[in-house]
């Protein structure tokens, strides 16, 4: 009796250590800001990351049956908490690390990434960064152990002002940017893509004003009126974004705002009808895409964060997921080298159209849109403006589809291998 | 000649909504001796308070109905809090303001969360007033203006012409004295914090709709209003005022002069100006423009 029992009790052990091997998960820690004022942002992007692992785990996980896990790390949005919380995720032995908020952040992170890789041979860290568009992370500074799924600044001038160059009503055009490095790339990138495609649009008026500080932004909006600008392009994000085009709708101000970041993660929300007829945004993904291959996805999300009125807003996120897992399938392992190794150079049937990440430089390649925010049905809009952003009253309708190859731009990276 | 008009009236607009943010500041302070860290808290509960109001009853109730729910709130932190830490002086009490803001701050995420909520500027109030050549000049910020020249005469009305104002200025210098002729200075305190308060609750109502109602706002105006504090010279209501208009018309102009130096625009440079402002006062007339006290 006592030795069947024993005999038993052994077996099930044995069971379930062998489970435990199979069935272990692969954690990806999600290093963003989790509490200050860009917590809203950091929290939207766990909340879609969270939601599309589990996604993939309810299919069936990856390598036959192992699941996926997103783990959030409060970066502060500051480099120095971010590099300590890489290292509680080393100390954890987590190998894959997520990060997008800050380009400043993501130096940093990279740097380190790259130290601690090549110290620890078979303990490395992978960074799969899903919003920091400093060019130079695909160029001078690029990683083998760093792969961007998101357009970068370049790109997304390259498109914007390709579409802009068809446009001829635009003559007088004003730059605005935040003052630090990326709010300096877009005003660059700008300067210098205008010049080449139009070279007969005239640059009126180049701010840059100190970032997160400005509460009240009249006196710059007077100063674009009296500029005489048609147009005004701004990589700004956050509040500096939205305050700017409410101060502008109070003055009347009779411009077209071309942005990187006014289409959603609460932007519609501030600004409100402030925005419609008049922004224009670059991205890869709006909810009213033609042929949406998302539109199941993206309604399901939107049933699911109801109460939080979160919108889908990384299609760019559910691609790097989508790639990320099939990488793993691929490379047969879940080793951080071998999956970097399965990534470079994969083709991927999107949603929008195929994307490949670049093998010299892992840069994603993607096609982008063009878009303007318009009125919805509830607010007065046209009736079939029945998808409303983040319940703002705000519609979005394209302008125009770049295609993946309008944005590739070259690249000055000479990536080291192992 | 229209760029100069319209830049004049951002400016003042601007600055009396400064005004309306520091008068609450600077009367606790030369009443009480505190330095409230907490104020630019009460201005957010203000815009959200306004905010919650306004979505069911709508907006010209909340105009009233929020500084007075924070207002109360403020007494009840000087009846319960304030009052006890008093004992233990002025670095007890800063610090007991200083986590108050945080408290406020987290509560305000817990309740209504991390994103910005939708709180709108009225529609009766939404629009241009006039037009100046060819800008717009919008209702909303005559509304501010109106709103905050209101506040200053109803405060100057209070405190010279009626007994309670009497009481309070005579708190001010002789507080034993005040006590002893009957009046309960303790409560006096209690209502002017609560003041004070109510105060920053009306700059939040308004201020909420004019800019974004989020949980950062009380980190973004909390330091330049203790600049203005300083700069008009601390406990001085005159000086506040001078110093918000001073302060938002230089900032509004700095903002359109595109002369450089060394590679920085003025107009870059233009939000640094306040702090470079209180820097010099403190180093030149370290009790500011109409400030009575030293240092």
């Given at each position: 009796?006592?030795?069947?029992?024993?005999?038993?009790?052994?077996?099930?052990?044995?069971?379930?250590?062998?489970?435990?091997?199979?069935?272990?998960?692969?954690?990806?820690?999600?290093?963003?800001?989790?509490?200050?004022?860009?917590?809203?942002?950091?929290?939207?992007?766990?909340?879609?990351?969270?939601?599309?692992?589990?996604?993939?785990?309810?299919?069936?996980?990856?390598?036959?049956?192992?699941?996926?896990?997103?783990?959030?790390?409060?970066?502060?949005?500051?480099?120095?908490?971010?590099?300590?919380?890489?290292?509680?995720?080393?100390?954890?032995?987590?190998?894959?690390?997520?990060?997008?908020?800050?380009?400043?952040?993501?130096?940093?992170?990279?740097?380190?990434?790259?130290?601690?890789?090549?110290?620890?041979?078979?303990?490395?860290?992978?960074?799969?960064?899903?919003?920091?568009?400093?060019?130079?992370?695909?160029?001078?500074?690029?990683?083998?152990?760093?792969?961007?799924?998101?357009?970068?600044?370049?790109?997304?001038?390259?498109?914007?002002?390709?579409?802009?160059?068809?446009?001829?009503?635009?003559?007088?055009?004003?730059?605005?940017?935040?003052?630090?490095?990326?709010?300096?790339?877009?005003?660059?990138?700008?300067?210098?893509?205008?010049?080449?495609?139009?070279?007969?649009?005239?640059?009126?008026?180049?701010?840059?004003?100190?970032?997160?500080?400005?509460?009240?932004?009249?006196?710059?909006?007077?100063?674009?009126?009296?500029?005489?600008?048609?147009?005004?392009?701004?990589?700004?994000?956050?509040?500096?974004?939205?305050?700017?085009?409410?101060?502008?709708?109070?003055?009347?101000?009779?411009?077209?705002?071309?942005?990187?970041?006014?289409?959603?993660?609460?932007?519609?929300?501030?600004?409100?009808?402030?925005?419609?007829?008049?922004?224009?945004?670059?991205?890869?993904?709006?909810?009213?895409?033609?042929?949406?291959?998302?539109?199941?996805?993206?309604?399901?999300?939107?049933?699911?964060?109801?109460?939080?009125?979160l919108d889908f807003y990384f299609l760019r996120g559910k691609i790097m997921w989508d790639?990320?897992?099939?990488?793993i399938n691929q490379a047969k392992s879940a080793e951080p080298k071998a999956v970097a190794?399965?990534?470079?150079?994969?083709?991927?049937?999107?949603?929008?159209?195929?994307?490949?990440?670049?093998?010299?430089?892992?840069?994603?390649?993607?096609?982008?849109?063009?878009?303007?925010?318009?009125?919805?049905?509830?607010?007065?809009?046209?009736?079939?403006?029945?998808?409303?952003?983040?319940?703002?009253?705000?519609?979005?309708?394209?302008?125009?589809?770049?295609?993946?190859?309008?944005?590739?731009?070259?690249?000055?990276?000479?990536?080291?291998?192992? | 000649?229209?760029?100069?008009?319209?830049?004049?009236?951002?400016?003042?607009?601007?600055?009396?909504?400064?005004?309306?943010?520091?008068?609450?500041?600077?009367?606790?302070?030369?009443?009480?001796?505190?330095?409230?860290?907490?104020?630019?808290?009460?201005?957010?509960?203000?815009?959200?308070?306004?905010?919650?109001?306004?979505?069911?009853?709508?907006?010209?109730?909340?105009?009233?109905?929020?500084?007075?729910?924070?207002?109360?709130?403020?007494?009840?932190?000087?009846?319960?809090?304030?009052?006890?830490?008093?004992?233990?002086?002025?670095?007890?009490?800063?610090?007991?303001?200083?986590?108050?803001?945080?408290?406020?701050?987290?509560?305000?995420?817990?309740?209504?969360?991390?994103?910005?909520?939708?709180?709108?500027?009225?529609?009766?109030?939404?629009?241009?007033?006039?037009?100046?050549?060819?800008?717009?000049?919008?209702?909303?910020?005559?509304?501010?203006?109106?709103?905050?020249?209101?506040?200053?005469?109803?405060?100057?009305?209070?405190?010279?012409?009626?007994?309670?104002?009497?009481?309070?200025?005579?708190?001010?210098?002789?507080?034993?004295?005040?006590?002893?002729?009957?009046?309960?200075?303790?409560?006096?305190?209690?209502?002017?914090?609560?003041?004070?308060?109510?105060?920053?609750?009306?700059?939040?109502?308004?201020?909420?709709?004019?800019?974004?109602?989020?949980?950062?706002?009380?980190?973004?105006?909390?330091?330049?209003?203790?600049?203005?504090?300083?700069?008009?010279?601390?406990?001085?209501?005159?000086?506040?005022?001078?110093?918000?208009?001073?302060?938002?018309?230089?900032?509004?102009?700095?903002?359109?002069?595109?002369?450089?130096?060394?590679?920085i625009t003025i107009a870059q440079a233009a939000p640094v100006l306040p702090y470079l402002?209180?820097?010099?006062?403190?180093?030149?007339?370290?009790?500011?423009?109409?400030?009575?006290?030293?240092?």
């Amino acid at each position: 009796m006592r030795t069947t029992f024993r005999a038993a009790a052994f077996g099930a052990a044995l069971a379930i250590a062998a489970l435990g091997v199979q069935a272990q998960t692969i954690k990806i820690a999600y290093i963003d800001p989790l509490s200050g004022p860009f917590a809203n942002v950091g929290e939207q992007g766990l909340a879609e990351f969270r939601y599309t692992a589990e996604r993939i785990n309810a299919k069936g996980g990856v390598l036959g049956g192992r699941k996926l896990e997103v783990i959030g790390f409060d970066s502060k949005s500051s480099p120095q908490e971010a590099l300590n919380q890489l290292k509680r995720v080393i100390d954890q032995n987590i190998g894959y690390i997520t990060q997008g908020n800050g380009s400043n952040v993501a130096g940093a992170l990279i740097e380190a990434v790259n130290r601690h890789n090549e110290r620890n041979p078979g303990k490395e860290v992978l960074f799969l960064n899903y919003a920091a568009v400093d060019p130079s992370f695909t160029n001078d500074k690029c990683s083998f152990w760093h792969f961007r799924f998101d357009a970068n600044a370049d790109m997304k001038m390259e498109s914007l002002t390709t579409w802009m160059a068809a446009n001829k009503n635009i003559k007088k055009v004003y730059l605005i940017n935040q003052d630090y490095s990326f709010g300096h790339a877009v005003k660059k990138a700008a300067r210098e893509y205008l010049s080449r495609k139009r070279p007969d649009i005239q640059i009126v008026g180049d701010d840059l004003h100190p970032i997160g500080k400005v509460s009240d932004f009249s006196p710059y909006v007077a100063k674009i009126k009296a500029s005489g600008a048609d147009g005004v392009i701004t990589g700004n994000w956050g509040n500096d974004m939205t305050l700017l085009i409410k101060a502008g709708k109070d003055a009347g101000l009779n411009v077209d705002w071309y942005t990187y970041y006014a289409g959603g993660l609460g932007a519609p929300t501030a600004m409100g009808e402030a925005a419609a007829g008049r922004v224009k945004i670059i991205a890869e993904y709006h909810s009213n895409v033609a042929n949406n291959k998302a539109a199941r996805w993206d309604a399901d999300f939107r049933k699911a964060f109801e109460k939080q009125k979160l919108d889908f807003y990384f299609l760019r996120g559910k691609i790097m997921w989508d790639m990320f897992a099939r990488a793993i399938n691929q490379a047969k392992s879940a080793e951080p080298k071998a999956v970097a190794y399965a990534l470079e150079g994969m083709r991927h049937d999107g949603e929008m159209g195929e994307v490949e990440m670049r093998k010299q430089d892992h840069q994603l390649i993607q096609p982008l849109y063009v878009f303007t925010l318009h009125k919805s049905a509830a607010k007065g809009g046209p009736k079939e403006a029945k998808i409303d952003m983040e319940g703002s009253g705000l519609y979005p309708v394209t302008d125009a589809r770049l295609e993946a190859f309008t944005s590739a731009q070259p690249t000055s990276c000479t990536m080291k291998r192992p | 000649m229209e760029f100069l008009l319209v830049q004049t009236l951002n400016g003042i607009s601007y600055g009396l909504l400064l005004f309306m943010l520091s008068s609450g500041l600077t009367l606790v302070f030369s009443l009480m001796g505190v330095l409230n860290f907490a104020h630019a808290s009460f201005y957010m509960l203000g815009a959200y308070f306004a905010y919650q109001v306004s979505t069911t009853i709508g907006f010209w109730p909340a105009l009233a109905i929020a500084p007075v729910l924070v207002g109360a709130i403020g007494m009840l932190v000087e009846r319960w809090g304030l009052r006890t830490v008093h004992r233990y002086g002025h670095v007890a009490e800063l610090l007991f303001t200083f986590g108050l803001a945080y408290l406020i701050e987290e509560a305000v995420h817990l309740v209504w969360g991390r994103s910005s909520v939708e709180y709108r500027v009225p529609p009766d109030l939404d629009g241009p007033l006039f037009t100046i050549f060819t800008s717009q000049y919008p209702i909303y910020r005559g509304f501010m203006m109106l709103v905050s020249v209101a506040m200053l005469v109803s405060i100057w009305l209070v405190l010279t012409r009626t007994r309670i104002g009497l009481v309070i200025q005579a708190a001010l210098t002789h507080p034993q004295t005040v006590e002893a002729l009957g009046h309960n200075v303790p409560r006096v305190f209690m209502l002017v914090f609560g003041g004070g308060a109510a105060l920053a609750g009306l700059a939040g109502v308004i201020g909420g709709n004019a800019f974004v109602t989020e949980p950062g706002m009380a980190a973004a105006v909390g330091p330049i209003i203790f600049v203005i504090v300083v700069v008009g010279g601390m406990g001085s209501l005159a000086g506040a005022f001078i110093a918000s208009l001073l302060i938002g018309c230089m900032q509004t102009f700095a903002v359109s002069l595109d002369w450089s130096l060394a590679g920085i625009t003025i107009a870059q440079a233009a939000p640094v100006l306040p702090y470079l402002l209180m820097v010099l006062l403190l180093i030149f007339r370290p009790k500011g423009l109409m400030g009575t006290r030293e240092g």
